[in-house]
């Protein structure tokens, strides 16, 4: 700025210079003087490019150390990023063990009965007029190693006890994406058979389930999962497995125990579909083939099919959804007396509306071929297999787990949940079996979860 | 005659098994070619791998921006697409505990399954200062509690850095030849990030202090950057809707307190947040809390904008009203 100015003065004094030497001097001086004139003009446009080479320089050193600076703010902020080792607590002590997950979830229901002897259909359902132990599941879970994880589920009543589930899944990546769960489990047939009892939307168990697959079908064996390379989620499931010591007639061992076509082979494919963002829908089918235990080689064949559909609207009300499972089942059995046809459906409609709160509507029955009644326990040596109770040292078991004829029943339900760890629920059921009289049903279920926060399974 | 159709059935199923097996190797050479496939359980973690990941690698997040985190459905497309993850990258500190377990065993991906695989990012360990650590025994008559402390860190930018390098390192490690191209990124995110900390900073400034309520403990990192004082919150402990009687008693309590705002994420209810506000002489906010929480926030630098923004200029249009009230009032 300065030397601009200096410049300017120059140039002015330059111009009246002349001015006034022409006045005084003609000639040769003039030579003199344009000769200077020159020399200084040179010198002087000399220094302006010196001045506007430093004045380059500098800013480029400015610009330099400006970047510079930026970088070893974004170095120090990256370095300043990465966490210190954490104190070891008192917390972390309890979280580094390598205890498995703990979680023990108790179900109570309090029931009225508008008949003195009601059907029992499952084992855990309620019994009788009163306050009941519905169940106890106490589960351990946790990753066994790199390649395995464990999930053991326990069954307890007052006096009994159950493995509902003990079996180990495969973490590590295997050819054609499948998956193996080696152990006790419940089978892969349908939907609500992989449902507990703590995540099932009713107190009872729908009629084909408990009719067909006992209080759940969980035998042992190895079962394949594959995932097919598809656009859309699509599994295929295969099993062998043994039948003993099930809950339902459906599938026992055959006294041929030597012979490997007649275990229990389980087949599920299960596809899921995202509609819309809110609309899921899964679709399944089942297909499940094993010796029922009537004669050596007689077989049930059970076939499925599920259907489960979910409509939540995440962005107006978030907590707000509505959910429809059904259910079609078809039994066909081997005895002596000819081949029993068996079907059941159930469909349940539940509409979560509220954060904690939902209510829902549940329509099942059963049709069998040859409706029985309720059998005196001599009449147990008849080779139907609808009639084959199978006891255990001459103690009568599940007597209530045959099939009995056709049976319709509606249920509808109300469910509180002040968190994701505790429930109440009320129901009220009408039953209508064509074997007995019909009767009503109120229930009023608490349910309890402590220990590991488990996920919730779609 | 039965064996015969129990081998028919068992015929179709080793059909059915081959056809897969072609088809996998079909998409295991179409995979070959791909980029480094990353899924992040929340969009907030996806937007930050795109800044440092950019034409690399390929990010989708399961869960949406204006979604419940504590609250998604497990849906099995989900395990789809953590089978053909590279990175998975979530939030950690329990945050997804009810709903993201299940999907990473059910994904049979072994780049993903193992806790300290390269494949699988906790991006609460990248955090240095995580808040409301227990300190004593903790049990769930607190409310719906994390035991490792709030998981709510991201929305502290000096967080955004810390989890951006992690991301980078990991990346890194995944797909090492393109080393230079993600710290690269990275230095340029942090870069604009800084910059914009110090706008953000020098906006929040003159409203250190400030006393506000908001709906769940989700905000705790945002107050402890903006200097913002929590008196109280709408959910009388986390996760717990609140009662007529709790949200009297809150009213009470802040009435005399000069509390300025109210604030909730959209998937909260709004009616009582709104009420209190109101009772309390404050005004109420709803601000996104992750990306794609509104319309128009697709980066970390939108969403914490949007925030930013939100606050000053509700806090300075209240600050306007009390000031030409209290001139006509004068």
């Not at chain 1, 003993?244 to 459906?250: A, S, Y």
């Given at each position: 700025m300065r030397i601009n100015r200096f410049i300017a003065l120059f140039f002015f004094g330059m111009f009246l210079f002349p001015l006034i030497i022409q006045k005084e001097a003609w000639g040769e001086e003039r030579d003199d003087i344009k000769k200077q004139m020159q020399e200084l003009r040179q010198q002087m446009e000399a220094m302006q490019k010196k001045l506007e080479e430093l004045e380059e320089k500098n800013r480029m050193l400015e610009e330099e150390a400006k970047k510079q600076k930026e970088e070893r703010e974004v170095e120090k902020a990256i370095t300043e990023a990465v966490p210190a080792p954490p104190r070891e607590g008192y917390l972390q002590r309890v979280i580094q063990s390598l205890n498995p997950d703990i979680s023990v979830i108790g179900i109570f229901t309090a029931a009225y009965f508008s008949e003195n002897d009601p059907i029992i259909h499952a084992e855990n359902d309620p019994e009788n007029t009163g306050i009941n132990l519905q169940e106890i599941e106490i589960g351990f879970q946790g990753v066994i190693d790199p390649y395995f994880r464990f999930d053991s589920f326990f069954s307890i009543g007052r006096d009994s006890f159950e493995t509902e589930e003990a079996y180990a899944t495969t973490l590590l990546s295997l050819p054609l994406n499948s998956q193996v769960r080696i152990g006790l489990m419940r089978a892969k047939f349908g939907r609500i058979n992989l449902q507990h009892r703590h995540s099932q939307d009713f107190v009872t168990l729908a009629l084909p389930a408990a009719d067909f697959l006992g209080e759940h079908l969980n035998p042992v064996g190895i079962e394949f999962n594959f995932l097919a390379p598809l656009p859309w989620f699509m599994e295929l499931t295969a099993s062998v497995n043994s039948a003993?010591?099930?809950?339902?007639?459906?599938f026992a061992p055959d006294e041929d125990a030597n012979n490997l076509g007649r275990l229990l082979y389980i087949f599920h494919l299960a596809n899921f579909f995202e509609i819309t963002e809110a609309l899921s829908l899964s679709l399944g089918g089942s297909f499940a083939t094993g010796s029922n235990g009537t004669e050596p080689g007689n077989r049930s064949n059970l076939y499925g099919v599920d259907l489960f559909a979910k409509y939540r609207p995440l962005k107006n009300n978030p907590y707000q959804e509505v959910w429809l499972q059904s259910e079609f089942m078809y039994l066909q059995a081997e005895s002596e007396e000819g081949d029993l046809d068996n079907w059941g459906a159930y469909a349940q409609l539940v509409y979560r509306f509220a954060k904690r709160w939902n209510a829902g509507f549940r329509f099942d029955f059963v049709d069998t071929d040859t409706p029985v009644t309720p059998m005196e326990e001599e009449e147990l040596e008849g080779s139907s297999l609808l009639r084959v109770m199978r006891s255990e040292e001459g103690e009568e078991e599940e007597?209530?787990?045959g099939l009995l004829g056709k049976e319709l029943r509606y249920a509808v339900m109300l469910t509180f949940n002040p968190t994701e760890f505790s429930r109440i629920r009320l129901q009220y059921e009408f039953d209508d079996p064509d074997f007995a009289d019909s009767f009503h049903a109120v229930f009023l279920q608490f349910q309890y979860s402590l220990g590991a926060h488990g996920a919730h399974p779609f | 005659m039965k064996t015969q159709k129990f081998l028919q059935s068992l015929a179709l199923h080793f059909c059915l098994a081959l056809l897969v097996i072609a088809f996998s190797l079909f998409a295991s050479a179409i995979d070959a070619l791909a980029k480094v496939k990353v899924v992040a359980s929340l969009p907030t973690f996806a937007a930050i791998t795109k800044e440092i990941g950019g034409d690399k690698v390929e990010v989708e997040s399961l869960a949406k921006g204006y979604q419940d985190p504590h609250f998604v459905d497990a849906k099995p497309s989900y395990v789809l697409k953590l089978n053909r993850a590279d990175l998975l990258i979530y939030n950690g500190l329990d945050l997804e505990i009810g709903w993201l377990p299940p999907l990473i065993t059910g994904s049979r991906n072994s780049k993903i399954t193992s806790t300290n695989s390269p494949g699988n990012l906790n991006a609460s360990t990248l955090i240095s200062n995580i808040l409301e650590v227990p300190t004593m025994r903790v049990d769930r008559s607190m409310g719906d509690i994390h035991p490792g402390g709030n998981p709510h860190y991201i929305l502290d930018p000096k967080n955004g850095i810390a989890v951006a390098n992690g991301i980078a390192e990991r990346l890194k490690e995944i797909d090492p030849k393109n080393s230079s191209y993600y710290d690269q990124r990275l230095k340029d995110f942090v870069k604009r990030l800084n910059a914009k900390a110090k706008e953000w900073e020098e906006k929040l400034a003159p409203y250190k202090g400030t006393k506000i309520v908001p709906y769940h403990k989700s905000w705790n990192y945002f107050s402890d950057w903006a200097g913002f004082q929590e008196v109280g919150y709408v959910e009388p402990k986390p996760g717990i809707p609140p009662s007529p009687s709790y949200v009297a008693d809150l009213i009470r309590k802040i009435q005399g307190m000069n509390v300025k705002l109210v604030i909730a994420e959209s998937y909260y209810p709004q009616k009582v947040p709104a009420l209190i506000a109101q009772k309390a002489g404050a005004s109420f906010l709803v601000l996104p809390a992750q990306v794609g929480g509104g319309d128009g926030i697709n980066t970390y630098f939108d969403l914490l904008d949007a925030i930013v923004n939100d606050v000053t200029s509700k806090l300075e249009n209240m600050k306007q009203a009390v000031n030409s009230s209290n001139l006509a009032g004068g």
């Open positions: 003993n010591g099930l809950e339902t007639p459906t007597s209530m787990l | -």
